[in-house]
């Protein structure tokens, strides 16, 4: 008797690990064609009808990161793409600032033909693309400054900009240069490969509702808070920081299989304004963004460095780390931040400390951001207009005494967007921080011995540790900070990407993006 059969591709959990997906293979028959057929037919409805499944992806694979990580995890997932049906169109990057060359040159009405943008890569080709799409398109008005920075912007001139992200002229009072951080400024490096003008279509049909054609030949403007549009990461770099903080684990298979699935889950992302490049240089603000941590000082320094030793791969964080480390240099700065006093203080008092050396007793529990997170949720049904949101003017924030300064030399100055995770830290740089609560976790780390400072950083690598409650260390849970240097003595670190500026202005954007993912398991 003839057998007719037909196979339903499922994900189940691993049992030694319950977070990774594994995609399974079941195979049905049924002597009758037909009843195979119903059957089948029957499913496909069930799937077309989930309307958070993407349908057509615009993918970037960095051939290079994680010495050649990215080419294989992408050979590995892209069959699990056409089960799915999934149509992707892949630009595998040549050069650094290529996915934003790419993203930045295509109009809308291109745009909006895909349902998401994949980075096969790690945080440095996500924060390309993120800039990519958020320079041109998110419209917004500049981080509030305290009085006394020495920028303070004019209501008038701040709010609702649209930047063109690919204009190289010098900007006037409500544009923004937007040359991409950590890249060269020589002739042709960031022309982009497809003209806003005259850009060719990418060849994908449009499946997505929000494409239908408007009257006549206008083309809905994408913007960013955005409802269908996602972003996605397969993680083949050296860290993947932003993948372990949003599904708790750096596993090709079970990113690949959250995005075929349609997960969603919004991220806040910090904005960075850089007034000035260096203290003798002219105001000329340059808008860029992060989605998981900002650092001047230590981190930039381990960066800058690590660019030299990248033929060592993911160990040249290591060596460079090091290196710095040895060195132990401090900055000057001064920083301003909004005080949140809605929330109980994170660094405990300093008589908890015995003879400045111990550190400080351990804090309250902390809320770990998990899936379906509560404290995330309560923080968006709270309402976008609360009144401790940060005002889009900085004049109103002048007035506002809110605003905490701090001075002195610090050897790090760093703002974490999310807990920031990766296996040399496993809780992150700070365990606490939720994905789309509205709120950086600004650390002030302060000159201090060097065996000290040794000892802070090694309670990064132990699971369950506090690093946070030393003595020379500041916690500040705000929204906005801001930063002065009279040096420009380092650089900043951006997601991985160098930023140089001795005046900053960052302000957390709550849920300004959203990713396919869920959030870490239990």
Not at 452 to 477: C, M, N
């Amino acid at each position: 008797m003839q057998m007719h059969r037909f196979a339903v591709h499922v994900v189940t959990r691993s049992r030694k690990h319950p977070s990774p997906w594994i995609p399974c293979e079941y195979l049905f028959g049924h002597k009758n064609s037909e009843t195979c057929k119903s059957w089948v037919e029957l499913l496909s409805a069930c799937t077309d009808g989930e309307h958070d499944r993407p349908k057509n992806l615009l993918v970037f694979v960095h051939p290079l990161c994680g010495k050649g990580r990215g080419r294989k995890n992408w050979e590995v997932v892209v069959p699990l793409f056409d089960r799915a049906k999934v149509n992707t169109k892949v630009i595998t990057t040549e050069r650094a600032g290529h996915a934003y060359d790419t993203i930045a040159s295509l109009s809308d009405k291109e745009l909006k033909k895909f349902d998401g943008v994949v980075a096969v890569g790690g945080d440095g080709l996500f924060n390309e693309i993120l800039n990519g799409l958020l320079r041109s398109r998110h419209k917004t008005s500049y981080p509030p400054t305290p009085e006394g920075f020495r920028y303070v912007g004019s209501n008038e001139t701040c709010q609702g900009y649209r930047n063109d992200g690919l204009s190289n002229s010098m900007p006037t009072s409500n544009t923004v240069n937007v040359m991409l951080p950590g890249s060269s400024n020589k002739s042709g490096d960031h022309e982009p490969l497809l003209s806003t003008a005259q850009s060719p279509e990418l060849g994908t049909s449009s499946l997505n509702p929000n494409t239908e054609p408007s009257s006549g030949d206008q083309v809905p403007l994408v913007s960013f808070p955005n409802d269908w549009f996602r972003l996605g990461i397969i993680p083949s770099g050296s860290t993947d920081a932003i993948v372990l903080s949003t599904t708790g684990e750096r596993d090709p298979v079970t990113s690949a299989l959250l995005i075929i699935l349609g997960r969603r889950m919004s991220l806040d992302i910090a904005q960075v304004v850089r007034w000035k490049s260096s203290p003798s240089a002219e105001i000329l603000p340059t808008v860029c963004y992060a989605a998981s941590f900002a650092g001047y000082g230590f981190y930039g320094e381990v960066i800058r460095e690590s660019e030299n030793f990248r033929w060592m791969g993911p160990a040249r964080y290591d060596f460079s780390g090091t290196m710095v480390f040895l060195k132990h240099r401090s900055y000057e700065a001064k920083v301003a931040f909004l005080e949140n006093r809605s929330a109980d203080s994170l660094t405990a008092s300093a008589e908890n400390v015995a003879n400045g050396v111990q550190p400080r007793q351990k804090r309250p529990r902390k809320t770990i951001c998990r899936t379906s997170c509560s404290v995330c949720k309560e923080t968006s049904a709270a309402g976008q207009n609360s009144a401790d949101d940060v005002p889009d003017s900085s004049r109103a924030i002048c007035e506002n005494p809110k605003w905490v300064w701090s001075k002195g030399r610090f050897l790090s100055v760093g703002a974490a967007v999310i807990s920031c995770r990766n296996e040399r830290a496993p809780d992150g740089l700070v365990a606490e921080a939720h994905l789309s609560d509205g709120f950086l976790h600004l650390l002030l780390i302060r000159d201090c011995p060097l065996p000290l400072y040794l000892w802070h950083l090694t309670q990064f690598t132990k699971k369950g540790s506090d690093p946070l409650t030393f003595k020379f260390v500041e916690h500040h849970k705000t929204k906005a900070f801001t930063f002065i240097s009279p040096h420009d003595e380092s650089v900043w670190n951006l997601d991985g990407e160098l930023f140089q500026a001795s005046e900053v202005s960052v302000q957390a954007c709550r849920g300004l993006v959203s990713l396919f993912a869920s959030g870490p398991e239990v």
